[in-house]
């Protein structure tokens, strides 16, 4: 698999949690992985139950196997910070800007350039290399911006072109696209089976495709089982009515037969909910990209979901050779 795994969706799929299961299929079997927030929510430390994570890479789980999951959050103006002690050698200067409020001014009035600076960080991490030569991770997850968003997100060297045709900052820009244009990038996107999800998946792998920027999978997630379908539903109405009534009575249910209306609507709203489902996998079907899908956690997403989901994953694939 793509050594960068990034992982947008529209707000609402359950992206971040996607990620976070990712980052620990990854590590399954002794591998190493870097999971990477770049929008300062904090929605990582959430789910691992953790403190707030420094911006500093902390492990934080360990998976199946012995593999290690390390976590950052990257903050664009600590990240500015760095490169312009990496670049110009500033050192308590760079320190008297971020008080003077000039590192928060730069980063909030040039969105390119604090999209180089949250993407090169990832970047670096992909790239980096022990002493052994030995990749520092095996695999960098980050957990991006939402899809109507990770497409300028991530072609940041069209972003900053008119604001740094030369220096540090552009050949900063062309070292991260060299990346994200690579094989060793994927993006995927997580949806839900609704139509508003499903849309905008669909606009956004078109917009990725057309940035020339490698599109990995669609992630289906809160996948509830089928219980019913159309054909179910009907044999449960009509003439059966009087029958499941005696069968709720005679299996000792409390007024079973007024509960036979009640259960029909609720049979009914089940089977529409299928056949919606059944159209939103046709669309997605009909993008030609494979899927994974997780199943809906009702106890919800907390860190035995996350494994449970990671389980999943490497269940259809993740991580194999």
Partial sequence: MS????????????KTTVAA????????????????????RQGIAQLFETEALPYEERKI???????????????????????????YKLGGAGRALKKLGAIDFATTIAPGVRDVLLTGKACEAVRRRERDGHPAYDH???DAPPTGRITRFLNVN???????????????????????????????????LE????????????????????????????????????AAVRAASGDHREAIARTLVSAGVTGGAALVEPLLDQAAEHARRVEL??????VLDGIGLPAYELP??????????????????RRQGVGAA
């Fill in 195 to 230: 139509e508003m999800p499903v849309q905008e998946t669909a606009d956004g792998i078109a917009e990725l495709r057309a940035a020339g920027l490698p599109v990995g999978r669609v992630v289906v997630n809160m996948v509830r089982p089928q219980v019913l379908d159309e």
């Fill in 140 to 142: 960098v997850v980050m």
């Fill in 296 to 313: 809906y956690l009702g106890d919800g997403a907390d860190i035995a979901g996350l494994y449970r989901l990671a389980k999943e994953l």
């Fill in 277 to 282: 489902e059944r159209e939103q996998r046709a």
């Fill in 158 to 192: 069209d972003e900053v072109a008119g604001l740094a045709r030369i220096g540090p900052i552009h050949n900063q820009a062309q070292a991260v696209m060299k990346v994200l244009k690579s094989p060793d990038t994927a993006v995927h996107l997580v949806t839900l």
């Fill in 3 to 14: 050594r960068l795994q990034v992982v947008s969706g529209k707000g609402g799929t359950g």
């Fill in 61 to 87: 789980a360990v998976a199946p196997g012995g593999g290690e999951v390390y976590a950052l959050a990257i903050d664009a103006e600590r990240a500015l910070l760095d490169y312009l002690q990496m670049f």
């Fill in 21 to 40: 299961a990712l980052a620990l299929a990854l590590a399954t079997e002794g591998k190493r992985t870097l999971l990477v927030e770049v929008e300062g």
